[in-house]
Nanobody
Framework: QVQLVESGGGLVQAGGSLRLSCAAS????????MGWFRQAPGKEREFVAA????????YYADSVKGRFTISRDNAKKTVYLQMNSLKSEDTAVYYC??????????????????WGQGTQVTVSS
């Protein structure tokens, strides 16, 4: 069992930066691949970024590639999403998720077993 709690969201101007954190509880955090998703009003939840359980592999949606960076600290049971050069279209609720996958990254929603409650990111233009 893994519980996830996101933090770090807020209101930022276009071009600014935010760093999201996702704190996990549970003894098996290191056995989980982690991901970030987002959902804007009226739209489906979409993949943003993923990282393998060791952290050697990452993968990004084309819309955030070069601007966002996912990382993790297994000792702290925390995964991060550094978001730079934010755009108004990045406005959404951001969710972290955990998938019981011991190799590689996971990009599909259905493979993630655990989800956080989400944190709002609003980018003003």
């Amino acid at each position: 069992q893994v519980q996830l709690v996101e933090s770090g969201g807020g209101l930022v101007q276009a071009g600014g930066s935010l760093r999201l954190s996702c704190a996990a509880s549970g003894r098996t955090f290191r056995s989980y691949a982690m991901g970030w998703f987002r959902q804007a009003p009226g739209k489906e939840r979409e993949f943003v970024a993923a990282i393998s359980w060791i952290g050697e592999s990452t993968y990004y949606a084309d819309s955030v590639k070069g601007r966002f960076t996912i990382s993790r600290d297994n000792a702290k049971k925390t995964v991060y999403l550094q978001m730079n050069s934010l755009k108004s279209e990045d406005t959404a609720v951001y969710y972290c998720a955990a998938a019981p996958v011991s190799f590689g990254v996971v990009v599909t929603t259905r493979q993630y077993d655990y989800w956080g409650q989400g944190t709002q990111v609003t980018v003003s233009s």
